[in-house]
Nanobody
Framework: VQLQASGGGLVQPGGSLRLSCAASGDVVSMNFVHWYRQAPGEQRELVASMNNVEGGTNYTDSVKGRFFISSDNSKKTAYLQMGSLKPEDTGVYYC?????????????????WGQGTQVTVSS
């Protein structure tokens, strides 16, 4: 399963962006969705997670109340709605999905990474 991340760009502080992560292939379900970001010179950090099996979302403290993770299984797409953006939100954002696929009539699991989309928050 391949993931295509998109929606990044240049935005002013206080602005908003919505990132998308579209899965290609015979995806049955996106069970666990994670968004990470990596700022220049920094390690990749987990920003938001979604558990579609038991329900629930988690966010790193710095984005709580500003970022919202969601997914649409029918579209095989996950999203990260980002608001009140700050310069420190700048980085490359990656999606990571664990789910179920069907291949030649057989169910199997997958874990895939998107290629990353650049978010730059600057005036």
């Amino acid at each position: 399963v391949q993931l295509q991340a998109s929606g990044g760009g240049l935005v002013q502080p206080g602005g908003s962006l919505r990132l998308s992560c579209a899965a290609s292939g015979d995806v049955v379900s996106m069970n666990f969705v994670h968004w990470y970001r990596q700022a220049p010179g920094e390690q990749r950090e987990l920003v938001a997670s979604m558990n579609n099996v038991e329900g629930g979302t988690n966010y790193t403290d710095s984005v709580k109340g500003r970022f919202f993770i969601s997914s649409d299984n029918s579209k095989k797409t996950a999203y990260l709605q980002m608001g009140s953006l700050k310069p420190e939100d700048t980085g490359v954002y990656y999606c990571n999905v664990d789910g179920i696929k069907i291949t030649r009539g057989r169910f199997g699991s997958f874990r895939s990474w998107g290629q990353g989309t650049q978010v730059t928050v600057s005036s």
